[in-house]
C-alpha cells in the first residue's frame, strides 16, 4: 500500500510533506506533485502535513478520487524527485478546496 497525492493538490503544490518523507517518493511537476508507489514505504509521515489534505492513504481514499492512484505512478515516471520544500504556487490560497481541479493539470 502507498499514499496517494490528490486532486486538491493540483494548482496549489504545497511541499511541507516533501521534507517529511524519509524515502524522497515525492516528485514534482508543474502545479502538482505526485508519490512514486514504488519507492513510497507507507510511514504516514507526509499525510498529516499537507495543509491541502490532498494525501490519502490508498486503503482510505474516496471513491471518487481513485483515478488518481494510477495518475500518480504514472507521472511519477515522468517527473523529477523533490526533496526541499518550496513555497506553494501563487494563488494556493484560491485553488485550495476547490473541487475538480484535474483539467487544470499540467503534464
Known sequence: MA???TDNCILCKYTDC???C?????HEGPNFLVI???ECIDCTLCEPECPA???YSEDDLPPEQRHFT???AELAQKWPVITER???LADAEQWDGKPNKL???ER
Open 86 to 88: 518550496k513555497d506553494p
Open 36 to 38: 512514486d508507489p514504488e
Open 103 to 105: 483539467p487544470h493539470l
Open 53 to 55: 489534505n490532498a494525501i
Open 18 to 20: 516533501v521534507e517529511v
Open 22 to 26: 524519509p524515502v524522497d517518493c515525492f
Open 3 to 5: 499514499f496517494v497525492v
Open 70 to 72: 494510477p495518475l500518480n
